[in-house]
């Protein structure tokens, strides 16, 4: 061997342990991204898929460098842990691919969560504000009175020292406030809805990437298995 295949030698080694390393490193990753567990929790499911599709580069690095240099110099042992690594690949390739539909039907159901957290909320101030109504409009002047500090939760300040007066200005107060909550939830839902897609085109579409360049290094490695 020469002195130029020596060194060519050399680099195609060092080369793999870094990929070694690299796969080390990747499942390190995955193991923290599934600890604690909580399957069938969509935001957790969807959360796991970004931090999976997020750190795919490090496994794929690794992959090719591993395989770099395809059968030049194995040993035996390597040889079964190619076979191995490159089956592993396909098995990759069809979990990313599986990861696609998942993370589009999380997505669904992660907006319908939010959409009813914010109406919930919505509701309950609005039962709130409809509670307030009620009260002012058929409550005594002591009882409106007392209405100020809860009205103060809504921004609605008022002159309570006047009953009457005070009854007419909340009652002038409380349709613009309602419409308010209402505008402020449908802004709220098209807030979340957006970030939703936004992670989730990105997700999805990186799952399917991975999947692609998972089945590719399965394909090109025939000579492993």
Do not use: H
């Not at 050399?10 to 070694?20: E, K, P, V």
């Not at 795919?56 to 395989?67: D, K, S, Y």
């Not at 002159?159 to 939830?185: C, G, S, W, Y």
Request: hydrophobic share 45%.
């Amino acid at each position: 061997m020469t002195r130029g295949d020596s060194e060519q030698g050399q680099s195609i080694y060092r080369l793999r342990w870094i990929g070694y390393g690299l796969l080390l490193l990747a499942l390190f990753d995955v193991i923290d991204s599934f600890i604690p567990p909580n399957f069938t929790n969509p935001v957790w499911e969807f959360q796991t898929i970004g931090l999976l599709v997020e750190r795919v580069a490090v496994p794929l690095l690794g992959f090719v460098l591993i395989f770099f240099g395809e059968s030049f110099n194995r040993n035996r042992l390597e040889e079964l842990l190619l076979r191995i690594l490159s089956w592993l690949c396909l098995l990759f390739a069809i979990v990313f691919l599986a990861l696609v539909p998942l993370g589009i039907l999380n997505t669904y159901r992660i907006n319908d969560l939010n959409n009813n957290q914010i109406n919930t909320a919505a509701q309950a101030q609005l039962t709130q504000l409809k509670q307030v109504e009620d009260q002012v409009s058929q409550g005594t002047p002591e009882e409106i009175r007392q209405l100020a500090t809860q009205l103060g939760s809504f921004g609605i300040q008022a002159d309570a020292t006047n009953p009457d007066q005070f009854k007419q200005q909340i009652l002038e107060r409380i349709p613009p406030v309602r419409k308010a909550v209402q505008e402020q939830a449908i802004q709220e839902k098209q807030n979340q809805r957006t970030g939703l897609l936004k992670n989730a085109v990105k997700w999805n579409l990186g799952a399917l990437v991975a999947s692609v360049l998972f089945f590719i290094l399965w394909k090109s490695t025939g000579w492993a298995r």
